[in-house]
């Protein structure tokens, strides 16, 4: 279900506490359990967005279901976990979010 990968030039010092609240928030969000949300985070890895260096992040969320009247409020909501957690402004991230469909999300051997 929602897997969602964050893709930063911030170095993450508690990788552990992040994840969770990255796995929560996005949980609450999308109104899914958190039992089906996946985080993959990327972080140290140099980047540059409008020729600057300074705190960026690029994420991806995937969701069966997304939905899409309410993406702004999810972006929203990200940007802000971002610059709390990661002192990244919200100008400096980029969201890319997609919904496949269930016949397209694998899971414990079938689909959705």
Excluded at 95 to 103: A, V
Aim: charged share 20%.
């Amino acid at each position: 279900m929602p897997y969602m990968h964050i893709h930063t030039n911030v170095v993450v010092e508690d990788e552990s506490s992040f994840l969770k609240r990255c796995s929560s928030t996005a949980a609450e969000a999308l109104g899914k359990p958190e039992a089906y949300v996946m985080i993959n985070l990327s972080h140290g890895h140099p980047m540059m967005f409008a020729g600057s260096e300074e705190p960026l992040a690029y994420i991806e969320l995937k969701s069966l279901g997304m939905p899409g009247h309410a993406t702004a409020e999810l972006s929203a909501t990200l940007c802000r976990m971002l610059e709390e957690g990661l002192g990244i402004a919200p100008g400096r991230v980029y969201i890319e979010f997609s919904g496949p469909e269930r016949h397209m999300w694998g899971w414990d051997g079938g689909t959705f």
